[in-house]
């Protein structure tokens, strides 16, 4: 058991399904007490009833406050997970580019807003950011989704370096392929990429809970994603022409 979150008021957005499901029920499992939140209701009960949760559905941006009084009053930990899986080029729209941003990157400030201050106070909290590998590095045939999560991760990053000493933990998940709806749903590019190294939404659950013990900021559920990340750092030319190696093989099977 993880002592950290023993008894914990855990609010785990997104979690109807995928690896928001699976957080919620590790959460559970570990002795926490856990808000399930997902904009579809059914789906947001459902796993309530099954981990003896509480079902807070609507907009994750929205139910901070719904949340803490769901929970007697107080949040120890929130995990920003609801996502968009947001496909396309710079032509994707500016409908499209705005939702991505506003679900990959608001909720989190959002979220942050409302619960920091509290945080503060108490000397003690832990925001946990799904954020994705494409967050570190890129995703081919999603540039809304791409720069969308490199700004959540830098998000979670800020509030890392800006509060750590005052208490407050913070979390950024990193996997690359992970077997739900939202991977099912990136078509050729996902299956060229991501597929032959996917993993179940519980390993996802599993890295973060051994990060928490360990009390480290990046999870990364794919270790060989250091690598990938170091390498884009140190040589980015060699990397970026490695991942345009990768679009033209997609450009060509498609």
Known sequence: MVEAVQDAGVVVTGA?????????????????????NDLDAGRARA?????????????????????????????????????LGSGGTEAAGEEVWARAWDVNVMAHVRAAEELIPGWLERGAGRFVSTVSAAGLLTMIGAAPYSVTKHGAYAFAEWLSLTYRHRGIKVHAICPQGVRTDMLAATGS???????????????????????IEEDRFLILPHPEVAGYYQLRASDPDRWLTN???????????S
């Open 16 to 36: 109807g399904g995928g690896i928001g499901a699976a957080l919620a029920r590790r959460f559970a499992s570990e002795g926490a007490r856990v808000v399930v």
């Open 47 to 83: 796993v309530a009833e099954e981990i003896g949760g509480i079902a807070v559905p609507g907009d994750a941006s929205t139910i901070v406050g719904a949340a803490r009084e769901a929970l007697g009053g107080t949040v120890d930990v929130y995990c920003a997970n609801a996502g």
């Open 189 to 211: 590019a996902g299956d060229l990429v991501l597929q032959p190294t996917a993993i179940e939404p519980e390993a996802v659950a599993d890295a973060l809970l051994k990060g």
């Open 243 to 253: 991942m345009n190696h990768l679009q033209q093989k997609w450009e060509t099977e």
